[in-house]
């Protein structure tokens, strides 16, 4: 099987980015065609295992970045991974203000300066639902 895989990964390519195939659609990987009414595009399988290593480097991002972190509980970790996924770790370290008051445990201070940004705006009720995931600890269905 290992020679098959790589034949066909020298036959096909392998890109890990989407690229355009010869007859120009979109393809990722090893020749999947994954235009819409054309290839197969991904199996539900597929987007819960490209998800689930997504949501693990949120972890290992957010872990390795904010010593407090882990001693958030389950909700407040959900919220920040979930901020994480949304904005990458590299924009997320940006809201200064709002991280240094989840650093002081003033949960509330962070969700007024997360919703007092730019992403809020863009996202809407996400962040209205995340931002009171944070302030309460609580999971709060959509507001």
Sequence with gaps: MNR??????RHEGLKYHVYKDSLGYETIGVGRCIRKNV???LSHD????LLMNDV???IEEL????EWFRELNTIRKEAMINMCFNLGITRLKKFKNALAAMAEEDYNSAAFHFMDSRWATQVGLRALEV???IATGELNERP
């Design 131 to 133: 931002t009171q995931m």
């Design 46 to 49: 597929e987007v819960d295992y």
């Design 39 to 41: 290839g197969l595009g």
């Design 4 to 9: 098959l895989l790589e034949t066909l990964k």
């Design 56 to 58: 693990q480097r949120c």
């Design 63 to 66: 872990d390795a970045n904010f």
